[in-house]
């Protein structure tokens, strides 16, 4: 057990190290370390917290869960790209410094945004959040599901019709519809939680993703390749790149993240009779 342990703090270790390297990057500007931040710094932090969290609760997805840590990696660029897709309509955002990457740009995008599910699992993982316990004892009945999928789906039009004035919707009508499904078929759902009175596991879920979207903004402000913001209404008071008001933002794009990577693993099951 001794041993175990300290695997796991040698790599938690690494993490910080990582983390602390890409701090001083900032401002000494080797390159291409200061370009490639983004991956660098968030492999760090997720190796930090995993460790931290196996110390804490004797728990680690890089121990004792490889095989869905690298499936999380694997689907997050493209549950990314889902909101790029929406922001060629709104132009909440846009990235700049990302011309010195030329033709690979993609491919730095790719590799940068497949830490945002780990991130978020890790963290969560760090409060103890009983997931199991959002698993419908049974399935939402049609008519229900019909409803709040539906709502999902008008939300979405809706929001790609008047985005100046409906673009908040993009962080609710997504994990209508995908939280919606996952309740049918009786998979995690945070609908089903917040139905039987769940709160610490909404709780969990809410601070997990304001301690990320803080830590996304602080580590965007001090880099030379980063996003900017537009934001109709709200573009004021800001903390870092981000306006104050947006950080509400990250609360449902949590719940987002954690429907969608229930959905995926509930296709990859079912497709594969597991």
């Known amino acids: 057990m001794g041993e175990a342990k300290y695997i796991i703090s040698a790599y938690g ?16 500007k080797i390159q291409p370390f200061e370009k490639i931040y983004f991956p660098i710094v968030w492999l760090g932090y997720i190796l930090f917290v995993d460790g ?7 728990k680690s997805f890089v121990k004792n869960n490889l095989p869905s840590l690298v499936g999380m990696f694997v689907i997050s660029a493209p549950f990314w790209k889902i909101f790029e897709y929406i922001n060629l309509r709104l132009g909440n955002w846009h990235y700049i410094g990302t011309e010195y990457f030329g033709r690979y740009d993609d491919l730095f ?47 979405f039009i809706l929001m790609l019709t008047l985005p100046k004035y409906l673009f908040p ?3 609710i ?12 078929n009786k998979q995690p759902s945070l609908i089903y939680a917040l139905n039987t009175g769940q709160n610490k596991l909404i709780k969990n879920i809410a ?17 030379s390749v980063k996003w900017v913001y537009n934001v109709p209404f709200a573009d004021f008071l800001k903390i870092f790149e981000m306006p104050a008001l947006g950080y509400l933002g990250y609360i449902p794009f949590g719940f987002e993240i954690f429907s969608f ?11 594969l009779n597991l």
Do not use: C
Not at 52 to 58: A, D, E, M, Q, S
Not at 133 to 147: A, D, H
Not at 173 to 184: A, G, H, P, Q, V
Not at 208 to 213: A, I, K, M
């Open 169 to 171: 919707l993009e962080w």
């Open 52 to 58: 931290l969290t196996y110390k804490i609760r004797g």
């Open 261 to 271: 990577y229930f959905f995926v693993r509930w296709l990859f099951k079912k497709n």
């Open 207 to 223: 601070i997990t993703s304001l301690t990320l979207g803080f830590l996304w903004e602080f580590w965007n402000y001090w880099a």
């Open 173 to 184: 009508s997504l994990f209508l519809i995908f939280d919606s499904i996952n309740y049918y």
């Open 13 to 28: 270790i690494i993490g910080i190290i990582l983390i602390i390297l890409t701090e001083l990057n900032f401002f000494i």
């Open 109 to 155: 995008a790719f590799i940068s945004f497949s830490t945002v599910i780990p991130a978020f699992f890790i963290t969560l993982q760090l409060f103890k959040p009983e997931i199991e316990k959002s698993i419908p004892e049974k399935k939402l009945s049609k008519k229900s599901f019909g409803v709040i999928l539906l709502t999902g789906l008008v939300s």
